[in-house]
């Protein structure tokens, strides 16, 4: 008769310092007091103001919609998409630019 091994433990995960992205880095929290964030709060509520929908302006900007939100939230904006958002808000780049 052979012995019985004991049944074998999962090893324990161990916790990470921060949460993972889906490519496994680190996320980055957008902190609502830097310059990106302060420039997405003015496209969010620029379109809100004027009553555009997301689908409309990320459709004249040439982006897909969670590109998009994604300026709306203050990650992804790169300078040269600017005049872009501001032509789909129907703004001068300049108004995007939060006061110091």
Known sequence: ????RPAAQPAAKQPTAE????RG???KPVD???FAAGIGRIIRETRERKGLTVEH???VAGVAVPTWYHFE????IGLD???LIATALGVK????IPPK
């Open 19 to 22: 949460p993972a992205t889906r």
């Open 93 to 96: 780049v300049v108004k995007l």
């Open 73 to 76: 939230r203050g990650r992804s």
């Open 32 to 34: 609502e007091d830097t």
């Open 1 to 4: 008769m052979a012995k019985k």
């Open 25 to 27: 880095r680190p996320s």
């Open 57 to 59: 302006c990320a459709d």
């Open 81 to 83: 998409k600017l005049p």
